[in-house]
């Protein structure tokens, strides 16, 4: 079944009205047709089954036929990830989305090639917002990540935000696996951030103020990988844990 977004201000009432790039894919790119089953997320844990009613280039209007309500991640899980070259980081915020991450923290530091401005921030923003919004039409996934503009590391610390749970990747030789930091918890936290280095990672002053903010270090196995492949695997880790059964 096809799946189409619209922002949760926008879904009220027993019809839904797409516009823009979501009609323009309605019509133009799945050819669509009166009658056709199609569901609808908002992003915000609503999912809307529904049929097309009328549809053009631009708007597309379909009928609700069923609202389905999903509860939020009993855990919610922040990446903080350094922003690699090129384009690499649109698959890590695909793959971040389909592994149920809640928000996305592209940081800018001493070892990241990128740097920007304060329009340019923005518009790189808008610009991976979408990337999220894709990756949760194709998964399903009813809950779409917080994308933030790309900010400085040191910024971001004073924000001294809490956390159950923090995480960093690291490869000084001293990480611990994962999962013995979940079971010194004694329950099941609810909030978890991740570190992800750039490549060459972060360096030691970088990584004495993210482990001063509470940080854990944690190993990714024995081989150095990339940006994107350390932030699959520690979410993957970290999915694994939340999601385990308890053992008695």
Not at 16 to 22: S, V
Not at 95 to 115: D, F, H, I
Not at 118 to 136: L, M, P, Y
């Amino acid at each position: 079944m096809h799946r189409f977004h619209l922002p949760p201000e926008l879904c009220s009432g027993d019809c839904l009205t797409l516009a823009g790039r979501e009609a323009h894919h309605a019509a133009d790119v799945l050819r669509l047709q009166r009658g056709d089953a199609v569901t609808v997320l908002d992003g915000d844990g609503c999912e809307y089954l529904c049929q097309v009613n009328e549809i053009s280039r631009r708007s597309a209007v379909f009928s609700v036929t069923q609202k389905k309500v999903h509860p939020p991640a009993p855990c919610r899980i922040t990446l903080c990830v350094a922003v690699p070259k090129g384009k690499i980081i649109e698959s890590v915020i695909q793959k971040a989305t389909e592994l149920g991450a809640a928000a996305l923290v592209p940081l800018l530091t001493e070892r990241v090639a990128t740097r920007l401005d304060d329009e340019s921030a923005a518009t790189k923003a808008g610009k991976w917002r979408q990337v999220a919004i894709e990756a949760i039409k194709q998964c399903g996934q009813p809950w779409l990540p917080r994308v933030e503009p790309p900010v400085p590391l040191a910024d971001y610390l004073r924000r001294a935000e809490v956390f159950d749970l923090a995480l960093v990747g690291s490869l000084e030789g001293d990480g611990r696996h994962a999962r013995s930091y979940f079971q010194a918890l004694g329950a099941p936290p609810k909030s978890v951030r991740l570190w992800i280095g750039p490549e060459g990672d972060f360096t030691t002053a970088e990584l004495d103020a993210i482990r001063q903010s509470g940080a854990k270090p944690i190993t990714l196995g024995p081989l150095v990988l990339r940006v994107e492949t350390a932030a699959i695997y520690a979410l993957s880790l970290v999915n694994y844990e939340v999601s385990a059964p308890a053992v008695s």
